[in-house]
């Protein structure tokens, strides 16, 4: 790669904002597709690629979504625990099904990913205390979530690329066996998050943390 390469990519990187309001155009299946087949080109763990995704563009159906999470955000904001973050809960109460207005949503799933080592692991984990040990730091970061996780990244920036407004949703888990059977997925198919994408209509700004704060050179 030159430097203009570098400078090309810093410049997708870095305009790429999550979209929270859309036009209400539709976003042609062409388009979701490549994003789809180009976000399959993620770093994945053992290039198994335990992933699925569904694009929706039925309004009916990404509707029945939003009202699902929106059910599931409404009972969660009316627990008396949640009075102690009364303000928190609120804010995030009136912003979970924004994206009922998306004109299109990928689901991105996962199904049961074992590598070799979480079988040993596995196998061993009751009764021994270090396969139980090692199994427990392995569940801190499950690699078929990381793997989904590196999709949608690549997704993101796709899509961005293309013109093209989204946001990763990890809130709509809330609602995850109604959305599966909204779907109507196999029962191996796991929700990740949801992608939610349009064409924007909005132009959000946002910064980072300077880059001395987040990193430590270890010698
Ligand atoms: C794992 C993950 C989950 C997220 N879940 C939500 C969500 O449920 N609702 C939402 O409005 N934004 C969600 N976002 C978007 C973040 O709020 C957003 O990426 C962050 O504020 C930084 O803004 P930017 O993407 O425009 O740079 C999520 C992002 C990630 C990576």
Redesign the pocket.
């Known amino acids: 790669m030159d430097e203009m390469d570098i400078e090309a990519l810093e410049g997708l990187i870095k305009s790429?904002?999550?979209i929270?309001k859309w036009r209400q155009d539709e976003v042609p299946n062409e388009l979701l597709k490549k994003a789809v087949e180009l976000a399959t080109w993620a770093p994945n763990g053992g290039n198994y690629q335990g992933w699925s995704f569904v694009a929706v563009k039925n309004r009916e159906i990404i509707r029945k979504m939003a009202d699902a999470v929106q059910a599931a955000s409404d009972m969660i904001a009316f627990w008396p625990e949640a009075k102690s973050w009364e303000e928190d809960v609120k804010r995030y109460q009136k912003?979970t099904s924004f994206f009922r207005n998306a004109p299109a949503c990928i689901g991105v799933f996962i199904s049961d990913y074992r590598s070799v080592m979480d079988k040993v692991l596995l196998a061993r984990e009751p009764g021994d205390s270090a396969a139980s040990r090692i199994m427990g730091f392995r569940r801190t970061a499950p690699t078929a979530i990381q793997s989904a996780?590196a999709a949608a990244t690549t997704m993101l920036l796709a899509l961005h690329q293309m013109g093209l407004g989204a946001?990763?949703?990890?809130?709509p888990l809330m609602a995850k066996r109604e959305i599966e059977t909204i779907l109507n997925v196999p029962a191996e198919m796991s929700l990740v998050?949801l992608i939610a994408v349009g064409y924007p209509d909005e132009s959000?700004q946002?910064d980072r943390k300077p880059v001395e704060q987040v990193l430590k050179f270890v010698y």
Do not use: Q
């Open positions: 790429r904002r999550s929270r912003n996780s946001i990763w949703l990890a809130s998050c959000p946002k």
